[in-house]
């Protein structure tokens, strides 16, 4: 099993910049992929970001509309996987997931891939 916990949420005003940790424990050898989604109230939960876990080469992937303010990155010292959000907008209020993926081939951006995920973290943006 692995165990996916979410920290760094709160509520901020639009322009700010906030970290996302994803601290990762448990058999850890057994994914590949780590993963960030995020669910806005009343809108189906969609992909942010993934990265390689563990020995696994492989590309990171962004949703392209977020790519240049979201930063995917892995802190091998914590063992956690961050998700760096700069200039939050209103429209990035949602509840932020970090989900790993044991399942070898190219990075996945469909939560149905995913086989663990954690409980989430709340990111309210302020205008």
């Known amino acids: 099993q692995v165990q996916l916990v979410e920290s760094g949420g709160g509520l901020v005003q639009a322009g700010a910049s906030l970290r996302l940790s994803c601290e990762v424990s448990?058999?850890?050898?057994?994914?590949?992929?780590v993963a960030w989604f995020r669910q806005a109230p009343g809108n189906d939960r969609e992909f942010v970001a993934v990265m390689p876990w563990g020995r696994v080469e492989g590309n990171t992937r962004y949703l392209d509309s977020l790519k240049g303010r979201f930063t995917i990155s892995k802190d091998n010292a914590k063992n956690t996987v961050d998700l760096q959000i700069s200039t939050l907008e209103p429209e990035d209020t949602a509840v932020y997931y970090c989900a790993a993926d044991r399942g070898l081939g190219p990075p996945s951006t469909t939560q149905s891939d995913y086989d663990y995920w954690g409980q989430g973290t709340q990111v309210t943006v302020s205008s």
């Open positions: 448990g058999s850890t050898v057994t994914i590949y992929r």
